[in-house]
């Protein structure tokens, strides 16, 4: 099935261990500064190519492959909340467009794409899989125990995800939470991938053996 097959929840895993490590390089930046806000350009110039790529790829590939498992997982989710689901694939969409413009940045060496595509990627992810959580929670045939635990995974992964628009701009812009604040944020988002990844493969496990039944 696409929405719990086996490359899904390996994008679902992978994704979230780079989200992770995303977190720790972007934020911390232990090698040192790759960027420096210029304001005679109104943008931020590179500094060092090699520390750009190692600090910001992980970040565009956890976003292209948890959008795309995200919009697998939407194809065959069955729901009657149908307006939600749509609404969750066209924000899962724009997220993985995102994504793209955020490689396109990595490629032609311009940090504002890059940047742009993952500071707004990762919110717009996590109001898809907000109202994908709202979809299923909103079912009312939708209501076992393994379900409920899906819905909360969704809405927390969500919240969590759009947590991160105004963490960072709090963290970059106004300066009043330390980076590391900004790390553990991005880690609880990685976390909460790989556990939806499992939860996910325990239904397909469960739906393999009904089937067999």
């Known amino acids: 099935m696409l ?12 994704g979230g261990v780079l989200w992770v490590v995303l977190g ?3 934020f ?3 090698l040192g500064l790759d960027v420096t ?24 590939l956890a976003l292209l492959l948890t959008a795309w498992a995200a919009l697998s997982y939407l194809t065959t989710l069955r729901t009657a909340r149908t307006g939600l689901k749509r609404a969750a694939q066209v924000f899962a969409l724009l997220a993985s467009l995102l ?8 490629i032609i060496q311009v940090d504002p794409l890059t940047t742009g595509g993952l500071r707004l990627g990762a919110p717009i992810l996590g109001l898809a899989l907000f109202l994908a959580g709202l979809s299923v929670g909103r079912d009312s045939n939708r209501q076992e125990g393994h379900q409920r ?4 995974e969704l809405i927390l992964l969500g919240v969590i995800g759009m947590a991160t628009l105004p963490v960072g701009t709090i963290i970059y812009a106004l300066a009043l939470l330390p ?7 991005s880690a609880l988002f990685g976390a909460g991938w790989i556990i939806l990844g499992f939860s996910l493969r ?10 067999y039944a």
């Open 3 to 14: 929405g719990h097959g086996p490359g899904v929840l390996w994008a679902m895993f992978v």
């Open 24 to 26: 720790y390089f972007r």
């Open 28 to 30: 911390l930046t232990p």
């Open 37 to 60: 806000f210029r304001d005679d350009l109104g943008y931020s110039q590179i500094l060092r190519t090699e520390l750009f790529l190692l600090y910001n790829l992980p970040g565009v």
């Open 99 to 106: 994504g793209l413009v955020a490689a396109a940045g990595q």
């Open 149 to 152: 635990l899906l819905v909360l």
């Open 179 to 185: 980076h590391v604040f900004g790390t553990g944020l």
């Open 202 to 211: 325990n239904e397909t496990v469960k739906d393999a053996g009904a089937a």
